[in-house]
């Protein structure tokens, strides 16, 4: 865990300095070398996996992303479309027990044949089983089933398994599941074509529900959700969907931006077609939604400075 760290620390440095801060090529070392590290020797550890496998990547993928703390590991790992740890843990796990019958097959001597002839029932035995149950496979040795033709059915599972358990402990109100965008398939795209960091950082922000706003304050502040108005004095809450669709403070930004994107789309201005407008559909409209989103946060963080000011004085 620490190694991951630190290779994540030095993933971070290099991406701010030499690595030209493109985030699907900073994921791409991380796993590389930093999931490595974390699953070395993982395919006799099975019994070992630590309750927390993912906080070095789930780090990584904050710091890149620049959203607050109010979106939660699992909703980052969603919107970039990584896979948990564990998962590909178990993954390694069961390619080595179905590598074993054929090491033995091509192997003369040593001692690989032992490993399928002893029948005592390790926990590491037990735990691999038990993972099979989970699957829906029927396995009381744990490795008797894997063989070649039940090893890629075995990965779909654990795949959908994992897709389902991230997904529902995503499904918070920060994060792209709370607006009804779908979780990505990989790294989206948005990412490879919106080269300015900061308009990606600020579509990202927007995409995870996580834009400067009275609800996000009000969480935190412990305000009734009820009264987490927005300060255009129209009595609605500052919802996202409020922010881009119809609040009166961002009536300019909304023309340049917003509503040519809902012209081009044919679609309403309701509150429905924020799935849409932030979905990634298109990198047209998500390099408007980009720059709407960086010109809401700039003209909070001024308002929040210029409030501050006379305090300092």
């Known amino acids: 865990m620490q190694a991951a760290s630190l290779t994540a620390k030095a993933i971070l440095r290099f991406y701010h300095t030499k690595g030209t801060k493109h985030l699907p090529a900073a994921l ?23 309750e927390k496998p993912d906080s070095p990547m789930q780090n990584l993928l ?26 590909k843990a178990w993954k390694r796990i069961f390619n080595f027990c179905a590598w074993l019958p054929i090491a033995v097959d091509d192997t003369h001597g040593g001692f690989t044949h032992l490993v399928l002839q002893d029948n005592h029932i390790s926990p590491r035995r037990k735990r691999l089983s038990a993972r099979l149950t989970s ?91 009820s ?29 340049r931006f917003v509503a040519p994107a809902l012209a081009e789309l044919n679609i309403p201005s309701q509150p429905w077609a924020i799935s849409i407008l932030l979905a990634d559909i298109h990198p047209g409209i998500s390099l408007q939604m980009a720059r709407f989103a960086a010109a809401v946060i700039k003209k909070k963080e001024q308002n929040d400075s210029s409030r501050t000011e006379p305090l300092n004085n």
């Not at 070398?33 to 996996?49: D, H, M, N, R």
């Not at 703390?69 to 919107?79: D, M, N, Q």
């Open 227 to 255: 009264m987490r108005l927005c300060s255009c004095q129209s009595g609605a809450l500052e919802t996202i969907d409020h922010t881009f669709l119809s609040c009166l403070l961002w009536d300019e930004e909304r023309a």
């Open 62 to 87: 904050r710091t890149l992303a620049g959203t607050p703390r109010c979106v939660a590991g699992p909703a980052l790992r969603t919107e970039f479309g990584q896979s948990s740890t564990e998962m």
């Open 135 to 225: 699957l829906g496979f029927s396995s009381p040795s744990g490795i008797a089933i894997l063989k070649s033709e039940f090893l890629t059915e075995v990965k779909i599972r654990l795949a959908r398994l994992d897709f389902a358990s991230t997904t529902s402990r995503a499904r918070r109100t920060c994060s792209g599941l709370a607006l009804g965008i779908p979780p990505s398939e990989g790294i989206p795209s948005y990412c490879y074509n919106i080269s300015s960091e900061h308009l990606r950082k600020a579509l990202t922000r927007a995409r995870t529900n996580s834009l400067p706003s009275a609800i996000l304050t009000g969480r935190f502040q412990g305000t009734p959700f």
């Open 28 to 50: 791409q070392v991380y796993e590389a070398k930093g999931t490595s590290k974390l699953l070395y020797g993982c395919e006799i550890w099975a019994t070992a996996i630590t």
